[in-house]
């Protein structure tokens, strides 16, 4: 899943429950499936872009104050599989992925298997940048006012890349606030290179390699880039996580860890110093088919902590997530 999210579980991927053989069709049989999951769970969050504080804020050079949050999430995704070879698929829905990174965006897509075995997978995620943020974060001592953040992604996935363990994930996404008023303060000039309005372009790598016929290892590299209207808020940023995954009888485990870099293209005129950013994540996920001995439901759980570091103390931020729920799959 593409992580374009305000939050720092969303700026990692958990490649959770990787099935052990590749499958040669997108689906066993013709016609609609799908699964229905229902979760519950908590996250936590510290960050001064935390729109669930209303508090005010008096000073720039702190962190911001912790918050938290229960979740109840009913998810789900429809597919519909044809063809004569049973390799193509229309879908949407959200994925139970998604939960494990606090991210609960719609996509609606496309798969294509060709003849190597190399899937296409073309989406589009209509809600994936949406979202609530503060009109002006850096506002002292008054309550800062929300606007809406929106924008719409564009998905390509290429799996098993002619026939081998390469996958290659890329996508583009816009981005606007709605009412955009960062650094009211400063002059026009200055307030310019804090607008947030503009692209991300998300292209990442990863490659399965089997230890042996029950788990295995998934290493990647990713590049993002972060196009602004204000040269502060553009940057490039490097990542690389790895996932193991082990399947044991009816149980399937997943732990992943990640880290990503971030430079800025210009100078913050509020901090006077150019933000450099540094990301650490910690994800784990547990899944025990036929759970109480229904043959089409599992038990699901999934841990997660993300953390980023900036040279300016205002940028750091944390969040961890913990979920349950049971899937089912039709």
């Not at 943020?133 to 002292?140: F, H, N």
């Not at 997943?254 to 870099?261: F, I, L, P, R």
């Not at 547990?286 to 940028?315: C, K, L, R, T």
Request: aromatic fraction near 12%; proline fraction near 2%; glycine fraction near 8%.
């Amino acid at each position: 899943m593409l992580i374009m999210k305000k939050n720092i579980l969303s700026l990692s991927i958990l490649s959770c429950f990787v099935s052990a053989s590749s499958m040669a069709e997108l689906n066993s049989e013709p016609g609609f499936g799908g699964e229905i999951s229902l979760n519950t769970g908590y996250m936590s969050q510290t960050s001064n872009f935390n729109t669930d504080d209303k508090d005010s804020i008096s000073d720039l050079n702190s962190e911001g104050k912790s918050n938290g949050d229960m979740l109840i999430a009913p998810l789900g995704q429809l597919n519909y599989t044809f063809g004569q070879e049973l390799d193509k698929q229309v879908y949407f829905g959200t994925s139970r992925e998604d939960i494990a990174v606090g991210d609960f965006a719609f996509e609606i897509g496309y798969k294509q298997e060709l003849d190597s075995g190399m899937v296409v997978d073309l989406s589009f995620l209509p809600t994936v940048v949406s979202g609530e943020t503060w009109s002006d974060p850096y506002a002292l001592g008054t309550n800062r006012e929300v606007t809406d953040e929106t924008g719409n992604a564009y998905r390509l996935k290429l799996e098993s890349i002619a026939g081998s363990n390469f996958t290659l994930d890329m996508a583009y996404a816009s981005i606007d606030v709605k009412d955009e008023q960062s650094g009211a303060t400063l002059s026009a000039s200055e307030q310019a290179k804090l607008q947030r309005d503009g692209s991300v372009i998300f292209v990442k790598g990863e490659y399965k390699y089997m230890l042996d016929q029950t788990s295995g290892i998934i290493p990647s590299l990713s590049y993002k880039k972060r196009s602004a209207d204000g040269d502060a808020m553009a940057y490039n940023g490097f990542g690389t996580d790895i996932t193991y995954f082990k399947v044991l009888d009816r149980h399937q485990f997943a732990v992943t860890a990640g880290y990503e870099t971030r430079k800025y293209d210009g100078s913050n005129p509020l901090f006077n110093e150019t933000r450099n950013d540094n990301e650490v994540s910690l994800f784990a996920a547990y899944e025990y088919d036929q759970f109480m001995g229904w043959e089409d439901v599992s038990f699901i759980s999934f841990v997660g902590y993300g953390s980023s570091s900036s040279n300016i103390d205002f940028y750091n931020e944390s969040e961890y997530l913990a979920s349950v729920g049971l899937n089912y799959k039709f």
